[in-house]
């Protein structure tokens, strides 16, 4: 495998420089002749060789392809698609299912061999060779190089990831429970290994995503929170006469559609509707006041009235009888088509767990935390802490299929991001700052919608404040 700085040098002979990105997809592949393919097709006038410069002609949409419908098609997460959890045997199912589905998505990009094979037969020592793992703990040594302890199906090892080595920066965003690859050499005594290189379950780097064929656009927003006295009202309306003179046909809501009763130390002050039948009922006419030719996709988030532990179910009949008929009831998360173009809509609790593990996390900056759940291929990677998981035997959390769109609420501030061919939006909220966030210092970005083209995939910001 030829090294970052043999690559770097490659193109600099031909003047041009090379994004990081690239470079480690070079290193991926291991081709002999990808540096020569890439240089004889890139524009004249490029300085800078990244991921669009990549030969597309292999360019392909991850997962499977299903048939274009005009309107809405719910992929996963449809209504009683949770399921219950019915003991410990689940969580052992629920872990198996994570490790084996985005181990083989790394393993799809290099071969790799079980832990035991590699510390029980001793010609393995000192040869290069890939180890895939659940990281099951993560700790900085006296020096400050990091140990990641991997398990496999069958064995466990530790890693170890020296902060000389250019892997460390990766390695440093490593966090519990998320399944990665590594190559590197065991030490002689067998006890650990030395990472050269790390793996993710990561997008393809040429990943190209499918457009509508047909116009259409979309709205996202989501953390409505009516119920709360700082719902803003006035700025929905707008946003409501707003939707009235478009001609947009969908709109999606990623969660916390009311305040909830109960979420929150002292919530019942700062509450206008003190009844969870009557915050729905409020949110439910909000609805039916927006034109009904738009299909309305409404998913759960924390403080909706059904069970906190993801995958949520959809919100119950019984709190919904004032919602109008085009609204479409998914999960939490759910993939949801529109016109062929596939969202995936998550709340987003996740990232209060992601910004206290991940170097440089903050809730401004939510796009970058939609970006880790990509590379990752997961939508909660950490087990265990703030975002309860009802383990079932499928890990209805991994991100696969690759969607068009990644939805999140949760932060209250708007977060846009592009990653390899995915739009992550992150919309923001129609509440003002609660005493809860200020105490808990979140600044939200409120009164907010995100537009998106479905022929282009390119979102718009619109303002209702
Ligand atoms: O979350 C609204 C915002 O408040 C979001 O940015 C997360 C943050 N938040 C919520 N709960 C907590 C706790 N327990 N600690 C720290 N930050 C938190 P919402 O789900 O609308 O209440
Ligand atoms: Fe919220
Ligand atoms: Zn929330």
Redesign the pocket.
Known sequence: MLSAQQIALRFLETKLQVHPEVVRFIQEKDEPDLIERIIAQVPGDTVVVSAKHIPGMNATREGIRFLTDPSVEVISGGPGTTGSVNGTSDYIHYFRDRYNRLGNMIRSRCGAMPVEALTRNSRYRQEECTIIGMVVDMKTTTNGHRIAEIEDSSAKINVLFRKDRPVFSDAERIIHDEVIGVKGKLSNDGKLFFADQLYRPDIRIDNSPYKSEQAGKAVFIS?I?VGSNTFLEECWNRFADWLSDSDFSYLLIAG?LVDGIG??PGQESELVIKNIYEQYDAFGEMLQDLPSRMKIIVSP???DVVRGAEPQPVIPQQFTQKFPSNCILVENPAVVSLQGVRVLMY?G?S??DMIGLIPGAS?EQSGLMMEEMLQRRHLAPVYGR?TPIAAGKTDRLIIDPLPEILHT?????RGLTQYRGVLGINAG?W?SQ?T??KQ?N?N?TPAQAVVVDLQTLQPEIRLFM
């Open positions: 953390d929170h916390d979420i929150y988030g924390n403080h709340h609790r990232i209060d809730y703030k609420g949760h932060v209250h501030i909220t509440q609660t809860f966030q808990m979140v939200p």
